[in-house]
């Protein structure tokens, strides 16, 4: 049972590919940070001190790939799906780098955790979040006033620079009118109608009002993962 680790995206895709394919929504943050070093380069991120760094796991020589992460530090690992011992494991293959926490489903950062603080250690669950998949979408009804669209060049001081989907913020001023929901449903719908499989979603796991507007609209949950903090 061992670890190998790689600085190559495009070696990681290729050894990891049956493993992370087998599994797109547990996958998903990994298969995204893969997606976007490799067409924006080591270091895709405003802050990173260091190359990206991939990994997988077997269990046997010559076995199946049963697990993997990837790091763009000083961020934290993300872990996919993966046995404690895998997690446990690979703590131990990171010793001597910088790791100021871990982001996976429960059991395999709290694996983690354990592992690389030892007994005299701390950490700390920083955030918990939940990953939603759609089922049958269900826009809000009544919607809103006004009709969603493609934001254009003109939206991006409005965008503030960001470049994907990711949260879905509203001001507070315009709060309570289901501009929210409405957005996010369009959004879905305009996945689902170009040819997304699957169409999934983080949210706060400790905030009602978001995960229940998800569920509103088609969404189920579909994991906890777990954001922890090394003291």
Same mark, same amino acid.
């Given at each position: 049972?061992?670890?190998? +680790? *790689?600085?190559?995206?495009?070696?990681? $895709?290729?050894?990891?590919? !049956? =493993?992370? #394919?087998? @599994?797109?929504?547990?996958?998903?943050?990994? +298969? *995204?940070?893969?997606?976007?070093?490799? $067409?924006?380069?080591?270091? !895709? =991120?405003? #802050?990173? @001190?260091?190359?990206?760094?991939?990994?997988?796991?077997?269990?046997?020589?010559?076995?199946p790939v049963e697990a993997a992460f990837v790091q763009t530090p000083p961020k934290a690992p993300l872990l996919g799906p993966m046995p404690d011992e895998a997690a446990r494991e690979l703590a131990e293959a990171l010793r001597g780098t910088y790791v100021a926490g871990v982001k996976g489903a429960d059991g395999p950062a709290q694996a983690f955790a354990a592992a690389w603080t030892g007994s005299g250690g701390a950490w700390t669950a920083v955030r918990r979040t939940r990953l939603f998949r759609l089922g049958d979408l269900t826009p809000p009804c009544p919607a809103p006033p006004g009709t969603a669209r493609r934001a254009t060049a003109a939206d991006v001081p409005l965008a503030a620079g960001q470049s994907r989907v990711s949260p879905v913020y509203t001001p507070p001023e315009l709060r309570g009118r289901g501009y929210a929901?409405?957005?996010?449903?369009?959004?879905?719908?305009?996945?689902?109608?170009?040819?997304?499989?699957?169409?999934?979603?983080?949210?706060?796991?400790?905030?009602p009002t978001s995960t229940a507007l998800y569920q509103r609209l088609g969404y189920r949950p579909a994991a906890e993962h777990l954001d922890i903090g090394f003291a």
């Open positions: 049972m061992s670890w190998q +680790l *790689t600085h190559g995206v495009e070696d990681f $895709r290729r050894t990891a590919g !049956p =493993y992370l #394919d087998a @599994d797109p929504a547990g996958c998903t943050v990994l +298969l *995204t940070v893969a997606e976007t070093v490799r $067409r924006h380069g080591p270091r !895709p =991120y405003a #802050d990173e @001190d260091d190359d990206a760094r991939f990994g997988w796991w077997r269990r046997t020589a010559g076995g929901g409405a957005v996010t449903a369009a959004v879905s719908r305009a996945a689902q109608d170009a040819g997304a499989r699957q169409v999934l979603l983080f949210a706060d796991a400790a905030n």
